[in-house]
């Protein structure tokens, strides 16, 4: 596989990582046409549903700031975009966000049915880690430590699952702004966190590296749940690929709910700051990774 050039602009770089991740994506999941065939269509209508693959482009690019090539990276690239989508599948569902417009089109259970659903994201779970574990390209006690790594990320007590537990949990009750941040942290931040961890894993990336981009990642998961929080009240479901205001009719804990539209605003500023902050002690060229926050501060969808 050919390299994705190192850019230092993120929107460029984003864009860039579409394409063979996607390439990639589709020599990984079964076709269509294997039994169960029905299973196997509903796991394509998600993962090709679009979406920005940020997941896995935040690995290529930290993954690439300390030397690694696609090459290495790509599978585990990858394998975070298939739990990813695994989770939205399972967070659409009625007995959870219940929600019917995912990435400008219908949820998977709306397409398909619940079942369905279901065993997609079930299915896109287990073959996230048999992507890993059969990639030839890393040595097996890299493979065993990206696995663990992402285990704890998607699940629980640390992990997506935690995170999510708790975001149902806080309906239609008041939370601390503590209690939000744990939320957020576990829900969103958890797998963004992986996404950089991982590709300074495959890179290399000696312990003070590792510690740096884990403090980089950390912040840029909170960063993109609070722009999250605030598009889903002032973006129209065009902008956004799903339905707007369900945050709010759900009475879940945001940052808007919490704090207001304004203090939101000025938290996202703060907390983009941090990300430049905790950058400044790599030695490796980061503009492309400070460029992946100034893109999470300003995104419209």
Request: proline residues 3%.
């Amino acid at each position: 596989m050919v390299n994705t050039p190192i850019a230092s602009d993120a929107r460029e770089f984003l864009a860039s990582c579409r394409a063979p991740v996607d390439t990639e994506l589709d020599h990984l999941i079964p076709r269509e046409t294997d039994e169960p065939t029905r299973v196997h269509a509903a796991i394509r209508w998600s993962v090709f549903a679009g979406g920005k693959r940020f997941r896995p482009a935040l690995l290529l690019a930290v993954g690439q700031t300390f030397g690694a090539s696609n090459a290495h990276l790509i599978r585990t690239a990858c394998a975070l975009e298939m739990i990813h989508t695994y989770s939205l599948i399972h967070d659409d569902l009625p007995s959870m966000d219940d929600d019917e417009l995912r990435r400008g089109r219908a949820t998977c259970h709306v397409k398909f049915d619940e079942a369905t659903a279901i065993l997609a994201g079930d299915a896109l779970q287990a073959l996230a880690f048999q992507t890993i574990a059969e990639d030839e390209n890393l040595d097996a006690a890299l493979r065993i430590q990206l696995i663990s790594e992402i285990t704890r990320a998607a699940g629980t007590p640390h992990g997506m699952v935690a995170g999510q537990a708790l975001d149902l949990a806080a309906e239609s009750r008041e939370v601390t702004g503590e209690e939000l941040e744990r939320i957020h942290q576990h829900k969103t931040g958890a797998l963004i966190r992986a996404a950089a961890r991982c590709g300074a894993m495959i890179a290399g990336a000696n312990e003070n590296e590792l510690a740096a981009i884990t403090e980089y990642a950390t912040n840029l998961g909170l960063l993109f749940q609070i722009t999250d929080d605030l598009l889903d009240v002032t973006a129209t479901a065009a902008d956004l690929g799903k339905t707007p205001g369900k945050d709010a009719r759900a009475r879940k804990a945001t940052f808007p709910s919490l704090y207001g539209l304004q203090a939101s605003r000025e938290r996202v500023n703060v907390v983009h700051q941090r990300t430049f902050e905790t950058l400044a002690s790599v030695s490796h060229p980061v503009e492309l990774l400070t460029s992946i926050a100034d893109f999470i501060r300003d995104r419209q969808a």
